[in-house]
């Protein structure tokens, strides 16, 4: 998904001291107008390449100008994106530039999301899952040359723990601590650094189905037959 670090309905424990204040996406007319396709292939632009003008967006998405200025203009009004100033197009007009606003925006867990949020959050989840899979195999598909020394940037993890809830909690949170502590404004960042997508994801594995009176039986030693 576009939205900054944070983005979740796992955690509600608080901030990290050294980070944003998490603000939480509950009202369902702010959760609509971010769950439109459109509007989060723009997020998702803004986000990996930087400001754009509507023009730049329509040209990179397949869309006209008209469609992306309105676009723009109700995630603005929600505080998703902001205008960056303007600037000479050097035909004689000015044009706006517009950007993603960081941010640690999450959802309300799901145990109290009502069923019209909960419809709305699951056409988001499929949306940003979505995308991500489209960035990784498009990367992927890159050649060796091209990506250079980033062509082994692609760390990875797959694992499993025993926690509580508070404690799944607090694991999140020191998730986000650790992404706000390598953020950096523009002018401290190294000039051979790069947008790096990371993502987080935790969930319980389901419950083992309980086995009934003639299912076969775990042990799968042959018994010994007698003659």
């Known amino acids: 998904m576009a939205q900054e670090p944070g983005t979740t309905d796992a955690a509600k424990s608080g901030a990290p001291a050294s980070g944003p204040v998490p603000e939480e996406l509950s009202d369902l007319r702010v959760l609509k107008a971010l769950a439109q396709p459109r509007r989060q292939r723009m997020l998702q632009h803004l986000t990996v390449h930087g400001p754009a003008t509507s023009a730049t967006l329509a040209r990179a998405l397949g869309l006209n100008t008209g469609a992306t200025s309105y676009h723009l203009r109700e995630l603005a009004r929600y505080g998703f994106v902001e205008e960056t100033g303007a600037a000479d197009s050097g035909r004689g007009r000015r044009e706006r530039w ?108 389901p419950t083992a189905p309980t086995p009934s009176n003639d299912a076969p039986s775990r042990d799968n030693r042959k018994e010994t037959e007698t003659s």
Do not use: C
């Open 98 to 205: 517009w950007r993603a606003v960081p941010g640690d925006r999450r959802f309300p867990p799901r145990s109290r999301q009502s069923p019209e949020v909960r419809l709305v959050m699951d056409e988001l989840d499929h949306l940003s899952y979505a995308a991500d899979l489209e960035l990784f195999a498009q990367l992927r598909q890159e050649s060796g040359a091209a990506l250079g020394e980033w062509a082994d940037a692609f760390p990875s993890s797959r694992g499993t723990i025993r926690l509580t809830l508070p404690e799944l909690h607090a694991f999140f949170e020191e998730y986000i601590a650790l992404l706000n502590r390598y953020k950096r404004s523009d002018a401290d960042t190294p000039a051979d650094a790069r947008t790096v997508l990371t993502r987080f994801l935790a969930f319980p594995a």
